[in-house]
């Protein structure tokens, strides 16, 4: 009879290979469906008198983007275009992405909508969202 010793964790690292087989075949679908999807990058950052959301649109033309806010939510949609195809010229990997995009946000409750403002420059969209001015000062009630 052959001994064989016993390994507990056998059993979990199985397991563990199951999972990343799963993972990886997942991302090897999603990788494939993501040659026509654009999501653009999008850096946020607060300073004391605003919000200010940064996206890049290298590409997008000023006209194909749309922002709205619904409620506490904006959101920042648009399209970016195909290049028109040279017949010339025979591609043999094409690493850009094109078509529809959408980023949300949910905004804080003390930001001021409707001055909200939106520059498009080189290709970087940059939003700014006013925060509310609270008065922070202090002031003596007098009761009556």
């Not at 919000?51 to 590409?59: A, K, N």
């Not at 195809?85 to 930001?111: A, C, I, N, Q």
Request: no cysteine; charged share 35%.
């Amino acid at each position: 009879m052959l001994v064989k010793r016993y390994e507990p964790f056998n059993d979990i690292r199985k397991s563990f290979d199951l999972v990343n087989a799963i993972i990886n075949s997942v991302n090897e679908q999603t990788t494939e469906s993501n040659l026509v999807d654009f999501r653009p990058n999008v850096n946020t950052r607060e300073t004391e008198e605003a919000y200010h959301i940064e996206v890049e649109l290298p590409g997008v033309k000023k006209e194909n983007v749309d922002i709205q806010v619904d409620g506490n939510v904006l959101t920042i949609s648009g399209e970016r275009n195909v290049r028109e195809e040279v017949k010339d010229e025979d591609y043999h990997k094409v690493e850009s992405r094109y078509g529809l995009f959408s980023r949300s946000f949910t905004l804080p409750e003390k930001v001021d909508v409707s001055n909200i403002e939106a520059k498009f420059t080189n290709g970087m969209l940059e939003v700014t969202i006013p925060k509310v001015k609270v008065d922070t000062s202090s002031k003596k009630i007098e009761i009556k």
